[in-house]
């Protein structure tokens, strides 16, 4: 269940940061591609997986825990991605 709750909230992470125009996008990868020309429905598919992995980690640890732990790895995932990105060019 928590490998679930890191998924889903990577995969969240990542639909909201290719459809940011503050930073430089590569297009490698289709889903990438398709992400970047679809910014509207990327945007609320990485919030309904930000809504799937906040309730997913309600289930697991309780309410207060649960948004604690899910706020914290929505930190630790947005910094690797930011810091990590630029470095597959």
Do not use: D, H
Not at 28 to 55: D, H, M
Request: charge should be positive.
């Amino acid at each position: 269940m928590i490998l679930l709750l890191i998924f889903t909230t990577f995969s969240g992470s990542f639909c909201l940061y290719n459809t940011s125009k503050k930073t430089v996008l590569s297009q490698k990868f289709a889903f990438e591609k398709w992400l970047q020309t679809n910014p509207k429905t990327a945007k609320n598919l990485g919030v309904i997986l930000y809504v799937i992995s906040f309730t997913i980690a309600i289930q697991i640890f309780n309410i207060t825990t649960g948004i604690l732990y899910c706020f914290l790895l929505i930190c630790i995932i947005l910094s690797l991605i930011i810091l990590l990105r630029p470095l597959i060019k």
